[in-house]
């Protein structure tokens, strides 16, 4: 168990509509990430907020947004979905301190399905 | 920009016998190196990393990886598989543009660990 908990695990939709993604950080850590993993496109970084801000942007569309909260929680918001959204979105924590190594723990993942 | 490559998408290896899961890498600076392995509907879990010292570096589950400044690799490698050990494993550079620290993933490279 990473410390990093994320929900839904599954969540299935339609065209065009709009869904938010959950992640609760591991105790003490400041950074959030989040990632898309696709077949296609494999893991690509989508975006990093460190306490609160946005600091990183990554591939990113502008139909998704994302923010962290006071409490460090993040919720990443899909909208106007189209079938090619369909993928596993993993959010990952770390300390994020200038000093910190790099490594990322990774929750399980929302597998997102548009239909 | 920092990234890392996994020529093979895919490795076949018998149980029993030795494993490499190649990774190259192109970084400025010193790089800080990491592999992840994902099992099926799992999240990524941190195997180990290199951020200096010794080139081979000792991680979970038995793997190891060398460090290869001239070559500019880092390949996983175990010397002897497990059919447990089948999974989807990543390399990982750290990326410290704009100052806050992300991990840029290669494309993966699936292990299958054969009786």
């Known amino acids: 168990d990473s410390g990093v908990t994320q929900t839904p695990k599954h969540l299935i939709t339609a065209t065009g509509q709009r869904v938010t993604l959950r992640c609760s950080p591991r105790?003490?850590?400041?950074?959030v990430y989040w990632y898309q993993q696709s077949l296609d496109q494999g893991l690509q970084f989508l975006i990093q907020?460190?306490?609160?801000?946005?600091?990183a942007k990554g591939n990113i569309l502008e139909r998704f947004s994302a923010q962290q909260f006071p409490d460090l929680h993040s919720e990443l918001n899909l909208s106007s979905l189209e079938l090619g959204d369909s993928a596993l979105y993993f959010c990952?924590?770390?300390?994020?301190?200038?000093?910190?190594?790099?490594?990322?723990?990774f929750g399980e993942g929302s597998r997102l399905t548009v239909l | 920009a920092q990234s890392v490559a996994q020529p093979e998408d895919q490795v076949n290896v018998a149980e029993g016998n030795p494993l490499t899961v190649k990774c190259t890498y192109s970084?400025?600076?010193?790089?800080?190196l990491f592999w992840y392995v994902q099992y099926p509907n799992r999240g990524l879990q941190f195997l180990l990393k290199?951020?200096?010292?010794?080139?081979l570096v000792k991680g979970s589950y038995g793997f190891e990886a060398e460090f290869n400044k001239s070559q500019t690799s880092f390949h996983l490698k175990k010397p002897s598989a497990l059919v447990s050990d089948s999974a989807l494993y990543f390399c990982?550079?750290?990326?410290?543009?704009?100052?806050?620290?992300?991990?840029?993933f290669g494309a993966g490279t699936r292990l299958a660990v054969h009786p």
């Open positions: 970084v400025s600076g010193n790089p800080y």
């Open positions: 990952a924590s770390s300390v994020g301190e200038i000093w910190d190594t790099g490594e990322l723990f």
């Open positions: 990982a550079v750290r990326d410290l543009s704009g100052g806050y620290n992300k991990l840029i």
């Open positions: 105790s003490g850590d400041l950074s």
């Open positions: 907020y460190y306490n609160g801000e946005e600091r």
């Open positions: 290199y951020i200096t010292g010794d080139n």
